[in-house]
């Protein structure tokens, strides 16, 4: 009983110092953070049940920011050496490094996956779980974004998307993607939806390479 009330006061307090740390790096850099606090385990769950783990090969998280998602995929048994995740803050990295050392984690730009994975568009995922912010940007920017991404999924994979938004953040592309979403978690801060970008049936059809 008392290791276990040990390990809970540990937790909490590791939350703590993400929350404080979180917010620190967002009172510095409030466009590129997007959320004033990591998203609660619940709404990370949610993320990793919609996304198409269940497809052989890779994972790719963009944004994985201190690692809740990352843990929650740990924790829905997906092993660590299929993840690739790509964190742009320094500190945030080489933090995710320590606490999963079994994980590729990357420090580079999300948005330009030929430049930080080096590999010339060859690795094909099972799934990406995405979390930049990309309020900022023009509605045709981030389709063209989320078009290129789709280049990266195999067949049947997609694209799951943390947001505040009420409204899908990227409109659907007609022969490549379509959007649903989850349930609002209303335990989140703010309360959230996970958004779902699927592979339309023409695009999957043509095996996903375009």
């Given at each position: 009983?008392?290791?276990?009330r040990q390990s809970e006061t540990h937790a909490k307090s590791g939350r703590g110092g993400d929350l404080a740390r979180f917010f620190g790096t967002w009172l510095r850099h409030p466009i590129k953070m997007g959320a004033?606090?990591?998203s609660s385990a619940r709404y990370c769950a949610t993320?990793?049940?919609?996304?198409?783990?269940q497809i052989d090969g890779p994972i790719l998280e963009l944004g994985p920011g201190l690692g809740v998602v990352t843990r929650a995929l740990l924790n829905a048994g997906?092993?660590?050496?299929?993840?690739?995740?790509?964190?742009?803050?320094?500190e945030f990295a080489r933090t995710?490094?320590?606490r999963f050392p079994a994980i590729n984690v990357i420090q580079g730009d999300g948005f330009d996956l030929d430049a930080t994975l080096g590999d010339g568009g060859a690795t094909k995922f099972a799934a990406i779980l995405f979390a930049i912010?990309?309020?900022?940007?023009?509605?045709?920017?981030?389709?063209?974004?989320?078009?290129r991404y789709f280049r990266r999924l195999r067949p049947g994979g997609n694209l799951t998307q943390l947001s505040y938004l009420w409204k899908p953040p990227v409109k659907s592309v007609a022969g490549v993607f379509d959007v649903s979403s989850t349930p609002?978690?209303?335990?989140?801060?703010?309360?959230?939806?996970?958004w779902i970008y699927s592979q339309?049936?023409?695009?999957?059809?043509?095996?996903?390479?375009?």
């Amino acid at each position: 009983m008392h290791e276990s009330r040990q390990s809970e006061t540990h937790a909490k307090s590791g939350r703590g110092g993400d929350l404080a740390r979180f917010f620190g790096t967002w009172l510095r850099h409030p466009i590129k953070m997007g959320a004033v606090a990591p998203s609660s385990a619940r709404y990370c769950a949610t993320m990793v049940g919609a996304a198409t783990t269940q497809i052989d090969g890779p994972i790719l998280e963009l944004g994985p920011g201190l690692g809740v998602v990352t843990r929650a995929l740990l924790n829905a048994g997906v092993a660590p050496e299929r993840i690739t995740s790509i964190e742009y803050d320094a500190e945030f990295a080489r933090t995710l490094r320590e606490r999963f050392p079994a994980i590729n984690v990357i420090q580079g730009d999300g948005f330009d996956l030929d430049a930080t994975l080096g590999d010339g568009g060859a690795t094909k995922f099972a799934a990406i779980l995405f979390a930049i912010p990309i309020v900022n940007m023009e509605q045709s920017e981030r389709q063209a974004l989320f078009s290129r991404y789709f280049r990266r999924l195999r067949p049947g994979g997609n694209l799951t998307q943390l947001s505040y938004l009420w409204k899908p953040p990227v409109k659907s592309v007609a022969g490549v993607f379509d959007v649903s979403s989850t349930p609002i978690v209303w335990d989140n801060i703010p309360p959230a939806r996970v958004w779902i970008y699927s592979q339309a049936q023409a695009y999957h059809n043509a095996g996903a390479v375009h």
